[in-house]
């Protein structure tokens, strides 16, 4: 059923109410025990928060995890605040986080973490914050501890002289510890004699994480300390500490490689030595998060190596390369990769491009997980000139558009910024084609709070997408075809040409209690360009941990939405379309209404999901308790786009345990020019004196009826009635009225409030702005005889209507005729 606006939109809104003690609303989850597992197990884990009454379903966003049993607890007292899902980690599933949200009838949780590990899972026993009581493990192991305030773990294994002892913390990736205390784990080897073989605190390959490895200079008891690098500890500083000796690269060369290809890499910074493999690329280049797992003998990486999939060439770099004269040959469009492998390295490569052939020039180093920082310039190969360079422009790696100034050959250069350099400074350097782009993101509502699309049933949910597009330019529109049964997806026309949008999820009135992580996609929508498909996903950056001074310290990035139909909600809002128009400088009520369901009455905030362009309206409206209706004040700056919009409000309210959002139907917004203009004279009054203050119109469009103006601004004690207006007027005369105490002085904002009638409703215009001085009365003569009180004071007569520069000149020339007859 799709929903029609207008004036009978209300008929369209009845529904059957569900029973308010059915919802639990704004479901939370908190944790989850343990949290992770072995690959290749299956596991109950105990998922633990509040408003779970009723939960349906653990959706999980990556491949790689079957929910095989899902059950609410039979604890009573554990009913709404836990639940048990049992999880099976398929045989070869990836290594790493899976992302996962609670369902239930009504809502849908924030999203949490489970770690998988190819290691069997070993728990923390305490006591073990001593270096001479360590809690004695096997090699191999992935030991589930947690950091409490100045805590450190100690564990000890056996190696032989020769042995590779790696380790890999998995703390901060788990996004759960928060706040200006969030853990920050450090790692240390330590040998017998208590002397530290290695310490990590931070790696680029595992973000703030921890990773270290070394090779057994003796028999003996080796150490590892794992603590937080501040000594906090906030009771949420969970970690999964991988240990043995497993091989732990920190690159891979080349880094990339085209889908479906079979490709030799080296895997480079391994305490052991470099590793050489032939692997098969996946054919879908499209694949989130892809990484490279790598193995030898002893065991496997806890985590993968992160690996671009692109269509493009390989070019490795051949030393020596360090200028331009000994560059690598290459290719454009292509990929070059490489490694800084020392301080002060430099590496060039070399390609040729024709006059005016432009190219996008990407390094990946950082988003690679490679420790390098890089810097990258290009020069030609003739004279060494520099055509164009970057530091940063994507965060620490750089991008620069290139483009050839003559036919030739040019060389492209990548340093560390630092100068530093090693077996984990690995790059990749992409040119390619310049192609247009457009992807799209939700606005936060609320700072650090990600929106979530939660319909109910025969209502909708709405997000404000921002929209970038790149080397491209029109309209655009969003299209999905995973979304639930009985959902869809609007995005008003007359949005689609800007840089942010509204766009509403509704849901039909029979639409199935379900959820799915949907694939959305923004996409040019323009006839002037039909021949071009560019499209791109609605993506979404999920803050999980926020530190000191607000910083986004861990974030999770989606490109597929949690999307979920809910019972229905208590109560349905509309807004009732406005009959006139909201005129620029002009403001407006929008009147909104609102079926509630037979015991159920709460406030329903209001808010206007997006203001079109130069269009205010209130954040503080409700729809109070006890009543069905409530209206918006809109008003329209003076340069207001002139267009109709459609809008639509979000609808919040409390239900149950927690608040309900909902979006009203889109519903059109006029703004227009106006009706007409002012033009106001400059006036001065004397106090206790009153003056007729003109003020000439010009008509834009005619209007049927009175309409209705006030004079305001007018300094303190100063009056003037109300006049009526009629769309024929051409001009309005106020007789202003100065009191004795009307402080003097000018006023510079004296305008027009201008009510017109219009279909039943009115439109209101503030028309201005005007000036008015008062004067004080001239000081008496010295020689003046007192002026006596007259007996009987004389009606005042009205003063006169100014004469126009016509009139003036009419009655001049009347006079100068008169006279001349007298002679």
């Not at 995005?491 to 800007?498: A, L, N, T, V, Y």
């Not at 008062?774 to 007569?797: C, H, I, L, N, R």
Request: glycine share 8%; charged share 25%.
């Amino acid at each position: 059923m799709r929903i029609q606006f207008g004036l009978k939109s209300v008929l369209v809104f009845s529904f059957v109410f569900v029973a308010q003690a059915a919802f639990a609303a704004a479901p939370r989850f908190t944790n989850l025990s343990p949290r992770g597992a072995q690959r290749g197990t299956e596991i109950a884990v105990t998922l633990q928060g509040s408003n779970l009454d009723d939960a349906e379903e653990l959706l999980i966003y990556d491949e790689g995890l079957e929910v095989v049993k899902f059950e609410l607890p039979a604890d009573e007292k554990q009913k709404g605040k836990q639940v048990t899902a049992t999880l099976k980690l398929k045989e070869g599933c990836n290594l790493g986080t899976y992302r996962m949200r609670i369902r239930t009838k009504t809502g849908l949780s924030d999203l949490q973490n489970f770690y998988v590990t190819p290691y069997p899972i070993v728990d923390e026993k305490e006591p073990n914050t001593e270096f001479s009581a360590p809690q004695v493990i096997e090699k191999n192991v992935a030991v589930y501890g947690r950091i409490d305030r100045e805590d450190a773990d100690y564990y000890a294994i056996e190696a032989k002289k020769g042995e590779r002892i790696s380790v890999e913390v998995f703390g901060m990736r788990l996004g759960f510890s928060s706040g200006t205390s969030f853990f920050d784990p450090y790692l240390a080897i330590i040998n017998e004699e208590r002397f530290e073989l290695a310490v990590n605190d931070d790696s680029a390959l595992t973000w703030n994480d921890s990773v270290a490895s070394i090779i057994a200079p003796k028999d003996g008891r080796y150490t590892i300390l794992v603590r937080d690098s501040a000594y906090n500890g906030d009771g949420r500083a969970y970690y999964f500490a991988n240990i043995g000796n497993f091989p732990r690269p920190h690159a891979v060369i080349p880094s990339g490689g085209k889908p479906g290809e079979k490709l030799t890499v080296t895997f480079v910074g391994d305490v052991a030595g470099p590793i050489t493999r032939e692997v098969t690329l996946p054919a879908d280049g499209n694949l989130e998060r892809f990484g490279l797992e790598v193995q030898d003998e002893y065991g496997i990486a806890p985590t993968a190596q992160p690996f671009r999939l692109s269509p493009l060439d390989n070019f490795v770099e051949q030393e020596p390369n360090n200028d331009r004269t000994t560059a690598t040959a290459a290719a454009a469009p292509g990929a070059y990769n490489g490694v800084i492998s020392e301080p002060g390295d430099v590496d060039f490569f070399k390609f040729s491009a024709k006059k005016d052939q432009q190219f996008d020039v990407e390094v990946y180093a950082r988003r690679s997980r490679s420790a390098l920082d890089p810097v990258m310039f290009i020069y030609r190969m003739d004279n060494g000139a520099r055509v164009t360079s970057n530091d940063d422009s994507r965060g620490p790696d750089s991008y620069a558009r290139f483009k050839a100034p003559a036919d030739g050959e040019y060389v492209v250069s990548v340093y560390d910024h630092l100068k530093n350099g090693g077996e984990a400074f690995s790059y990749r350097i992409e040119l390619t084609p310049v192609e247009p782009t457009i992807t799209a993101d939700p606005v936060e509502f609320a700072r650090y709070v990600q929106h979530q699309i939660v319909i109910p049933q025969g209502a909708g949910s709405g997000i404000v997408a921002t929209v970038r597009r790149d080397n491209i330019g029109g309209p655009v529109d969003f299209r999905s075809d995973s979304l639930p049964e009985g959902v869809r997806i609007e995005c008003p026309e007359g949005w689609r040409s800007g840089g942010s949008m509204p766009v509403v999820f509704y849901a039909d009135e029979n639409a199935p209690l379900a959820g799915k992580y949907s694939g959305i996609e923004v996409f040019l929508s323009d006839p002037n360009q039909k021949d071009k498909n560019v499209a791109g996903p609605l993506q979404q950056k999920v803050l999980m941990i926020r530190g000191q001074n607000n910083n986004r310290v861990w974030e999770e990035d989606v490109v597929r939405m949690p999307v979920i139909v809910t019972e229905k909600a208590p109560f349905k809002v509309w807004i009732e379309a406005p009959k006139a128009p909201l005129v620029r400088g002009g403001s407006m009520n929008l009147k909104v209404k609102c079926e509630k369901q037979e015991g159920w009455d709460e406030d329903i905030s209001l808010l206007m999901l997006q203001n079109p362009s130069g269009v205010n309206s209130s954040r503080s409206v409700k729809i109070p308790k006890g009543k069905t209706e409530a209206v918006m004040p809109v008003n329209a700056a003076g340069n207001a786009a002139v267009q109709e919009s459609m809008i639509s409000l979000r609808c919040i309210a409390k239900v149950g345990n927690g608040n309900i959002e909902l979006c009203t139907p889109f519903a059109p917004l006029k703004v227009e020019e106006q009706y007409m203009t002012f033009e106001f004279a400059q006036g001065a009054v004397e106090q206790g004196k009153e003056i007729v203050y003109p003020i000439k119109i010009t008509k834009r469009k005619d209007f049927e009826g009175e309409a209705q103006v006030r004079l305001l601004g007018l300094p303190a004690n100063a009056t003037a009635e109300n006049l009526t207006l009629k769309s024929d007027v051409e001009e309005l005369n106020f007789v202003i009225k100065a009191a004795a105490n009307t402080p003097p002085g000018m006023s510079k904002n004296v305008f027009c409030q201008v009510i017109v009638p219009e279909s039943g409703e009115t439109v209101l215009h503030n028309l201005g702005t005007g000036r008015l001085r008062v004067d004080t009365p001239p000081p008496p003569k010295k020689d003046a005889p007192a002026t006596p009180k007259p007996a009987v004071v004389a009606k005042k007569e009205p003063p006169k209507k100014p004469l126009t520069r016509l009139e003036m000149l009419r009655l001049q020339k009347k006079e100068q005729a008169a006279a001349g007859g007298e002679e």
